[in-house]
């Protein structure tokens, strides 16, 4: 009789990544550490991004202020930002064609194809619509790329309160 191979045991997965340490004055972890964090010579810097606690209530459900005007490059981090949070990827997004450098209709991210729509005109030249993977939909303010640093980090701080 041909017996079956045995499967091998799996190894012991490795111990998770420890949360962000908390703020010792308030007890919670940073808002957006990627802000923050300085970025290792070979490492890719994460995306500036800061959601709201309760998504879907108000007009904005975060804000987003890119390094660059470059979809090509802000997009995967952006892509790879939102998973972390929301536990879904960017399918589409929907943005005013103005203040980015480039069109693309779509773009290759570590987690997929993020497909982009562009608008000559919109009503709010300064926000961008995410369509995620689980049928979600983010309404982002985006903060340009040159903005005052510290307006910048005012806007990001009031998004996630």
Do not use: C, K
């Amino acid at each position: 009789m041909n017996a079956l191979p045995r499967p091998q045991p799996h190894a012991t997965p490795s111990p998770a990544t420890p949360a962000d340490p908390a703020d010792p004055a308030t007890g919670r972890a940073p808002v957006h550490p990627s802000v923050d964090a300085s970025p290792t010579e070979t490492s890719t810097p994460p995306s500036r991004l800061a959601l709201s606690r309760r998504l879907g209530v108000e007009a904005s459900d975060g804000v987003w202020w890119p390094r660059t005007a470059d979809l090509r490059t802000e997009v995967p981090l952006l892509d790879v930002a939102i998973q972390e949070r929301v536990h879904a990827r960017i399918a589409r997004i929907g943005y005013e064609r103005g203040p980015w450098d480039d069109a693309p209709g779509r773009i290759q991210t570590s987690l997929g194809i993020t497909h982009l729509g562009w608008f000559e005109h919109s009503r709010y030249p300064d926000h961008v619509i995410l369509s995620l993977s689980n049928y979600q939909r983010l309404v982002l303010m985006v903060l340009p790329p040159g903005a005052d640093e510290d307006a910048a980090l005012a806007r990001l701080d009031a998004a996630s309160a």
